[in-house]
């Protein structure tokens, strides 16, 4: 498969704060490392290492969830990472990006989905949060060969998972590839996805409130 950059446009309106527009990039950019990862028929080489990175974190805190997507990013080629061309900050404004366009398409489509049932899918999120500590997720370790599993344990990530693949609208085939990720792991799965909505939620929060459009589209060029 033939990866090259392409110019796009994220659309912008109404008035943004330095820090407002930081911690939008932010999200958009560790979004765009988990849908890279997402990408069919990736070299080998490069499988491989993404193969690793989602299994090597205890997914037992912040530092695994801030290392998954800083280091997913940072496997991406530079040339295929994100890179501002332009940015005009008027009424409607825009940033123009040159990026992977299927990249791009997979991350406005999460945020689309999200925007779209954006009070629902937050308390889906939250009854999933409330759960995951009922189940004592959080004292897992993932990074053990053996996990010892309740099947309660197994049957509440598992549902969970469906309902949050369904919120972001990913693919079959993109769920596949996760479930190839985490080898069959339904817990690490549920974390990732958990965090991939932390991120995705602000992003459709300000689509919702008009400020920001992420569009997954080719730049007209003008």
Avoid at 34 to 48: G, H, I, K
Avoid at 55 to 84: A, C
Avoid at 102 to 123: F, R, Y
Wanted: proline fraction near 5%.
């Amino acid at each position: 498969m033939a990866l090259q950059p392409t110019k796009t446009k994220l659309s912008l309106d109404g008035r943004w704060k330095l820090e407002e527009l930081s911690e939008a990039t932010k999200d958009y950019t560790q979004l765009y490392g988990f849908a890279y990862s997402l990408l069919p028929d990736l070299p080998l080489a490069r499988r491989e290492e993404i193969d690793y990175i989602y299994g090597k974190f205890p997914w037992r805190g912040g530092y695994s969830t801030v290392n998954f997507f800083s280091q997913l990013f940072h496997k991406i080629p530079p040339k295929l990472r994100p890179e501002v061309v332009r940015i005009q900050y008027a009424s409607p404004g825009f940033i123009e990006l040159s990026e992977l366009l299927l990249v791009a398409i997979t991350v406005a489509g999460i945020v689309k989905a999200v925007c779209s049932a954006l009070n629902t899918a937050h308390d889906t999120y939250r009854k999933i949060q409330k759960g995951s500590i009922d189940h004592k997720l959080s004292k897992i370790n993932l990074t053990k060969e053996e996990l010892e599993l309740t099947q309660k344990q197994i049957a509440f990530c598992e549902s969970s998972a469906r309902q949050l693949i369904q919120v972001f609208g990913l693919t079959e085939t993109q769920e596949k590839l996760i479930d190839q990720r985490v080898q069959g792991n339904p817990v690490m799965k549920l974390k990732i996805l958990l965090s991939v909505f932390r991120r995705a939620e602000p992003l459709a929060k300000k689509q919702s409130d008009g400020k920001l459009e992420v569009t997954g589209k080719k730049s007209d060029g003008i």
